[in-house]
């Protein structure tokens, strides 16, 4: 078990494409657990493996409010798009910026669990959400891309002079 390092925007890392994964072995299962550890300890919803510098197709996401709905995706595909909503997102790779983007209300989703089996899910709200987030990190995409030039700009400066003062 490992607490992993999460990359921080505007680290070009996280405009990787990760790969899919051809074979779900034990190092695959350890990277998983690992991501589950990391995401509960930052207190996300979810985790992509990109923001963990692994440029595979894994994400865990844990949308419920009591910790209990873990769920594991790997090489994840949506089949079905819904409505539209607008929600406010934020990032782990983006601490401390929280805006509104608009994404399909509800999906429909097929993947493979931690055990290769293939399952399918039709999700809605948070969740439905939270999927589309981290299939854009496995995609290189973070969600501040989808803003404005003028707020991306401000978030911009607002990372690097936090940054600054961190170092
Ligand atoms: O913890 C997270 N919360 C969140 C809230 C609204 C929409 C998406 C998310 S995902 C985020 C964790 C994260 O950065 N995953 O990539
Ligand atoms: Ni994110």
Redesign the pocket.
Known sequence: MAILEILQYPDPRLHLPAAKVDKIDASTRQLVSDMVETMYDS??????AT?VNVHRQIVVIDASEDRSGLRVFINPEITRREGMAL???????VPGVYENVERADSVTVTALDENGARFTLNASG?LA??IQ??MD?LQGKV?VEYLSELKLNRIRAKLKKRQRKAA
Do not use: K, P, R
Request: aromatic letters at 4%; hydrophobic letters at 30%.
């Open positions: 207190e996300g919803i979810g985790l992509a923001q929600n406010q997102e934020g990032c782990l790779s948070l959400t939270c987030h981290e990190h969600f």
